[in-house]
Structure formats: C-alpha cells, structure tokens
C-alpha cells in the first residue's frame, strides 16, 4: 500500500536561521578575540586557559562556547517561526566576512594601529 | 626506519584528519550543488524524508575530522611548535623560535602561523552547521532556496578557511618541522 505523508508546504525556517546566524556569530567573535588578545596583554593571559597553548586556546574556548550558548537560545526562540531569511543571510555573511578577515593577521594590524 | 612521535602526530594531524576533512568538505559541496538542482528538489517527493544512512555517516565523519584537525593542532601540535627554547637548545625542536630567529623566515610564523592558527577554527564550526541542516532540516533546505544559498555559502567559506589553514600548515612544516620525541620504528632496517 502506497504511504501518504502530509509535508507542510513552507516548512519554518527559524532553526536553520538560529544555525546560520549562531555560526556566523561565533565566526565573528573568533576574530575579534583573536585581533583583542594580540593588542592586550592583559586580555591575553586571561584567555591562557592552557599554558602550553596559550592565549588560542581561551581565544577558540570562549567563541565557540559563545556560539554554541548563541545557537541553543536561538534555536528555542525560533523553533516554529519562519523569519525573512534574505536579511538574516545577508547580515550573517557580513559577520562571516568580518570574522574571516579578522583572522587575516595584516587586517587585525589595522586595528592595532599597527 | 623510523619516525619520532612529534612527526606521527603531526601527520595524523595534517595528513588523516586534516586530508580527510578538506576532500570530504570538497566532497560535500559537490554533493550540496547536486541537491540545489531545481529539477531534484521537485522529484524529491517526500522532503522530510531523513538523509540515506551513508550520507549521515559521510557528514559526521567529516565534521568529526574537522574538529579532530582543530583540536589535536591547538592542543597536541602547537605546544610542541611555540615551547620555549632554553638558551643554547638545538633551536631545530622548537619551529617557532627557528622561524623568529631569521629575519627571512619569521614571517612564517608571524603572517602564516598567525592566520592559520584562528582560521582554521571557521572550518569546523560552518561544517558542523552545514551538516546539522542537511541532516535535520531538508524539508527546510527543499522549501527555501534562501537557505539553500547561504548554507552553500558557508560550505564554501569553511572550503576556503580549511585551504588557508592546511595549506600553511603544510608550508610551515616544511621550513621548520615538528619533530623529536620518543623514536617509532615503522619498518626494519634494509641494510
């Protein structure tokens, strides 16, 4: 016997826009730590999580426990809503942009006044 | 023939996990352009339908690497790589202060080592989300071409941090190798 199986039309897309934008986020905030504890000293030796690893191993600790923090409140929040995802995707692939850049060690000089 | 642990290590890092992650993280955006195919999306007729079982596997695997990669590098490799060198230390056991010590060599840790050590960490990260919507939101990526863009967006963009950071780190490891440690014998002597 053939299986029906009822598919909504417009499934909603709040949790994958709570995965991209979390991502994109925790992408940014990467580069931000990153280009922040190569200007501060003292920044630096708070993010020595692990001394043989030193300030990256606080620097990835922090973003990725921040996207994932990001990622669960909004993925609760959003579960049944559908949002005008253009937006979100373009705002996202901006902090995406950023972050990206932010790792590229000459553009976080730039900040430094390097 | 031998090989010491420093450099075992290392290439499980670069070579298995590393590898593995770059050609499946190729792998899958071929497979994602395949899935954006307009004539596929309206012959899939049941979109909820959960992914085949050797996809699931094939994407865990490859964020599995992925994050293996990261990990061993940050937490196993890279003490090895910027431990401090005693004054009058063999300065070839401690790359990074073999890189510092010459000014023709010391943008390799300064511009390479620098970018590759936070890039890499992108790759993962997008992976893990690319393949949590694949596998728990394909009625969501059918539905939406929105979605379909921007997931294939970051597919690309954790193709490119993952290049960026494998390919330094090739290079790296060519000017100023990981080594030492304990000696590993792979093979007996052919003398």
């Known amino acids: 016997m053939t299986e029906i199986r009822l598919v909504p039309q417009n499934p909603a897309n709040g949790p994958v826009a709570a995965a991209v934008l979390s991502c994109a986020v925790g992408c940014f905030l990467l580069g931000v730590l990153a280009v922040a504890a190569d200007g501060s000293k003292r920044l630096a030796a708070t993010l020595n999580f692990y001394h043989p690893s030193g300030p990256l191993s606080g620097v990835t600790t922090v973003a990725i426990a921040l996207w994932l923090v990001c990622w669960a409140v909004l993925a609760t929040r959003w579960r049944n809503r559908s949002l005008a995802f253009g937006k979100l995707s373009a705002f996202a692939f901006l902090l995406l942009a950023l972050g990206l850049l932010l790792t590229f060690p000459p553009f976080g000089d730039l900040f430094l006044g390097r | ?191």
């Open chain 2, 1 to 191: 023939m031998e090989i010491t642990l420093r450099e075992l290590v290392t290439s499980i890092h670069g070579m298995l996990f590393g590898g593995f992650f770059l050609m499946a993280l190729f792998g899958a955006l071929v497979l994602l352009l395949d899935w954006n195919n307009p004539d596929r999306i309206a012959g899939d007729v049941s979109p909820e339908r959960p992914a085949p079982r050797w996809q699931t596997i094939y994407l865990v695997a490859m964020v599995a690497a992925g994050w293996a990669a990261v990990l061993s590098g940050a937490y196993m490799i890279y003490p090895w790589y910027r431990a401090v060198a005693p004054t009058g230390a063999d300065l070839a056991l401690y790359p990074q202060r073999l890189l510092m010590s010459h000014p023709t060599t010391a943008g390799w840790h300064n511009f390479g080592m620098e970018w590759k050590e936070h890039v890499a960490w992108i790759a993962p990260m997008a992976s893990t989300m690319v393949a949590w919507v694949l596998l728990k939101h394909r009625a969501a990526w059918n539905a939406h071409r929105a979605v379909r863009t921007t997931v294939l967006g970051f597919a690309a963009v954790a193709f490119l941090a993952a290049a960026i950071a494998g390919g330094w780190g090739a290079m790296i490891n060519k000017k100023a190798p990981v080594q030492g440690g304990q000696s590993i014998q792979l093979m007996g002597s052919t003398k």
